[in-house]
Structures are given as C-alpha cells and as structure tokens.
C-alpha cells in the first residue's frame, strides 16, 4: 500500500491497530522516529511526566493543545482535534463517534 500523506498514514494504522486514540498516535509517532519520552516531550514543549501521563492515559489535553501538537509535529490539527475530541467523548461514556467530516 503507498501512503500519499499524513492523513492516509492515519486511516492505514487505524485499520491495522483498531481504534486509534490520541495518547496511542503520539506514542507511534515518537516511536516512529526513535526518540525518547524527553526529546519527545522537548519538540511539543512539555515535561516529560506531562507527556508520559499523555501517553498512559492519566491525562486529556485540550482540542487548542492537540493542534499545537499536530502544528508542532506536522501533522493535521484536524486528525488530532478529531481524536481528542473522540477520547473526551469515550471518557465520558457516550456512545458517539466523531468522523473526519464532523471534524472538518
């Protein structure tokens, strides 16, 4: 499969690894490109116990900080608006699901 952009990359490990969540596309994307919780933590502008609780789910951020993590990454701030919005929605019990086109 050829990947064309960000956006497709998302959809293609979505269908590999189910349902994608924030917390788990920050910890591919750092794993991605071999670095460590600090430098990880370092690029976004946070404390590394910030992004580890990011990361294990003991922490939700905001839809205004998860585009500045997709801006800061180059990433789409729409995909990640979309998945903080959706993790925010599960936490909450609500059986609703957010589509890319709701995000848009």
Do not use: W
Not at 50 to 66: G, N, W
Not at 72 to 92: E, M, T
Request: hydrophobic share 40%; proline share 3%.
């Amino acid at each position: 499969m050829t990947i064309k952009n960000k956006s497709d990359a998302m959809k293609f490990m979505e269908k590999l690894a189910g349902k994608l969540t924030l917390p788990g596309l920050l910890i591919a994307i750092r794993q991605g490109e071999e670095m460590s919780q600090v430098e990880f933590a370092e690029l976004l502008g946070v404390s590394r116990q910030y992004l580890c609780d990011i990361e294990h789910d003991r922490r939700t951020i905001s839809p205004k900080v998860a585009a500045i993590f997709a801006k800061k990454l180059g990433y789409s701030p729409k995909q990640f608006v979309r998945l903080c919005l959706q993790d925010l929605i599960n936490r909450n019990g609500l059986k609703l699901k957010i589509d890319v086109q709701d995000a848009a």
